[in-house]
């Protein structure tokens, strides 16, 4: 298996545009997450999906990000307007169904987003 | 209080020796404690899972968990260079409406010396 695919791999862009970062999962994963990693606030989750619905996105910063996973196999990430302080590196994770004792996630390689 | 907590470090160890790396929790709730190894630059890796009480080995890894003391552990047995990284404690944390959310330490740095 290829594992979780991200793109891009880095970013970078100018205040106020949009972004869109995009995953694809581990076929046959149905958890999806999103996590923002920074040096001061370690790595977060922001939101994530079980069958492709949104489940939990309290740790969505503010209404400037949004996330989709119109299918099993692809799911988007976006900023719009993207800020200065959303520079991080934003990791997509997949896991496949929980068996009783717990689920193990598989991290794709992250998007390092600059935003100048 | 933090709901996962670990020391930043750096922690250092010289090259053959045991490192031990410590990380408690808030929630008595939890039942799956996992830690993740992350190169600088690169995405978590998992290495050990836990999910009962007392000791699980794999290979120069072992993972210790207290549910009484809401405490995990893992030892580097014979540490190499090579596991010089940041470990990063997770926690599945239980939601008061069911389902549950895996929750990160902010990791400690682990050093080899030579």
């Known amino acids: 298996d290829a594992g979780v695919i991200q793109s891009p791999r880095h970013e970078v862009t100018e205040m106020g545009q949009e972004v869109t970062l995009r995953c694809k999962p581990i076929s046959g994963h149905d958890y999806l997450f999103w996590y923002r990693q920074t040096m001061m606030r370690g790595l977060e989750l922001l939101i994530y999906f079980n069958n492709n619905v949104p489940i939990d996105d309290s740790g969505m910063p503010e209404d400037r990000f949004s996330a989709k996973m119109p299918n099993a196999s692809f799911s988007t990430l976006k900023i719009q307007p993207s800020e200065p302080r959303d520079s991080a590196v934003y990791f997509c994770?997949?896991?496949?169904?929980?068996?009783?004792?717990?689920?193990?996630?598989?991290f794709g390689p992250g998007t390092r987003l600059t935003v100048l | 209080q933090k709901e996962v907590e670990q020391n930043s470090g750096p922690l250092s160890v010289p090259e053959g020796a045991i490192a031990s790396l410590n990380c408690t929790y808030s929630?008595?709730?939890?039942?799956?404690f996992f830690w993740y190894r992350q190169y600088s630059g690169k995405s978590p890796e998992l290495i050990m899972s836990?999910?009962?009480?007392g000791d699980k080995e794999d290979g120069r890894f072992t993972a210790q968990l207290n549910k009484a003391s809401q405490y995990v552990s893992l030892l580097i047995r014979d540490s190499q260079p090579s596991d010089s990284a940041t470990y990063l404690c997770a926690v599945n944390i239980p939601y008061a409406g069911g389902g549950n959310k895996l929750t990160f330490g902010t990791g400690t740095q682990l050093k080899v010396e030579l």
């Open positions: 994770a997949s896991s496949p169904r929980q068996r009783g004792e717990g689920d193990t996630q598989y």
């Open positions: 836990i999910y009962s009480n």
């Open positions: 929630d008595r709730g939890s039942q799956s």
